[in-house]
């Protein structure tokens, strides 16, 4: 009878609800100052003169997030993605402005560099599927597709001011503008979190699966491990969740490597110089944000899980591509294929996820699919690098195409995810 009053989400569409764009521009803010960050941390870590040391700082953030990301899922779920947002942001604007109030006073160490990048790699453990767990509490289900539409125009415009933005702050003020920067921006998107109306999420039907193991959960009152074990154990028996993972982890192996590392080691065999590898990028970039304007105009696609599956199928044609086209113009046209499709394809895999994971796992759900991207793949990047080394750009990106396309033909294969739809 005390309980607050339940706050419903508006059933206008995203891109014309307050409430969701002032997510989104929480979430752009946030996403430039990541882009201003990475920027500072590679040049002061450049700055120390060890080559090593340099590869030491970039690469530490990477193992927080591998090892806590699940954790950070099993938070979200605990205590709600809301909250964890603004406390990892939080914790992100402290701790960048600390250290650029260190950089002013005193130059950079490899070892503060390297607590600094560990630090923010397990606050963005944290962050990074609490943010995704959002937009199923600021949208109605019919919406989701159109918000990960409008995520993804955020994200490339915000690498795309983000580097310039930090390119200048660096030139004018050194690593210590640029951090001070980053700080500001993560600040900044603290007020526009805060005032978020957050709608709990509708509970799963009586006699589903999930029903059953949320009420067995809240029944043991379980602790965080069993937490996370009743996450994974509901991936591994959704009919759609469980294929959904192994499509991500296959598409993004084969993607994320020759898409990053590659890039530059094949504008190097190549000739092309930076300029070439910059063409390469801004054509993927564009492809990438043109599937998502489709996807944030249009709204929701039919048959997405068939849809989703043939343009991860699809893309791994260019990206074999990538490495036999003879100019920086074919290889930019090849890079933006890529991104429309590839763009496409990871858009819809976002909103199935959402969509189909019961309310009380959704963080951990979240985590999972966001453990590939942004923990695991990166660290096979040394592995993408020794295999270029030895047998050259071609049968990498081959075997990377191989590996994409058995992600799409994975999709295919699964007969729920292959039948999955977005809600209307």
């Known amino acids: 009878m005390t309980a607050a009053p339940v706050t419903e989400v508006s059933e206008r569409p995203a891109h014309r609800d307050p409430n969701v764009l002032r997510w989104l521009s929480a979430y752009t803010a946030s996403m430039i100052g990541d882009s201003i960050y990475f920027m500072a941390l590679a040049w002061a870590a450049a700055r120390t003169g060890s080559a090593s040391g340099t590869g030491l700082v970039l690469a530490a953030g990477s193992i927080p997030r591998a090892l806590l990301m699940l954790g950070g899922g099993v938070l979200a779920d605990r205590l709600g993605p809301r909250r964890v947002v603004i406390g990892s942001d939080a914790a992100r604007a402290l701790l960048v402005l600390g250290l650029a109030a260190t950089l002013f006073l005193t130059a950079p160490t490899v070892g503060v560099l390297v607590v600094v990048a560990l630090l923010f790699g397990a606050v963005d453990a944290l962050f990074l599927p609490a943010v995704g767990a959002l937009p199923p509490r600021i949208s109605p289900p019919g919406q989701l597709a159109r918000i990960q539409g409008m995520r993804g125009l955020a994200a490339r415009g915000a690498s795309i001011v983000g580097a310039p933005l930090g390119g200048v702050a660096v030139a004018t003020g050194g690593s210590t503008l640029a951090f001070a920067a980053a700080g500001v921006l993560f600040a900044l998107s603290l007020p526009l979190l805060l005032s978020l109306r957050i709608s709990p999420l509708p509970a799963p039907a009586d006699g589903t699966a999930g029903a059953r193991e949320a009420s067995a959960d809240s029944a043991r009152k379980p602790n965080a491990w069993q937490d996370l074990v009743g996450g994974l154990r509901h991936i591994r028996r959704h009919p759609v969740l469980g294929p959904l993972m192994i499509v991500i982890a296959l598409s993004d192996l084969g993607f994320v490597g020759p898409l990053n590392l590659g890039l530059i080691l094949l504008s190097e065999q190549r000739g092309w110089g ?43 044609t260019g990206i074999a591509a990538l490495a036999q086209v003879p100019s920086v113009a074919l290889a930019a046209a090849s890079a933006a294929f890529v991104g429309l ?12 996820v959402q969509t189909n994971a019961d309310p009380a796992y959704l963080g951990r759900v979240t985590s999972v699919s966001t453990l590939f991207t942004y923990a695991l793949i990166p660290l096979s990047y040394p592995v993408t690098g020794a295999a270029i080394a030895l047998w050259g750009t071609g049968p990498v990106y081959a075997v990377s195409a191989a590996v994409c396309a058995t992600g799409g033909a994975a999709g295919l294969a699964f007969t729920a995810l292959r039948r999955a739809e977005l809600p209307r």
């Open 274 to 316: 930076a300029a070439g590898m910059g063409w390469i990028v801004a054509g993927f970039g564009s492809g990438a944000a043109g599937a998502a304007l489709f996807l944030a105009v249009r709204g929701r696609v039919p048959r997405a899980g068939l849809v989703m599956s043939l343009t991860a199928l699809i893309g791994a």
């Open 341 to 352: 499709v590839g763009g496409l394809a990871s858009a819809l895999c976002r909103a199935l």
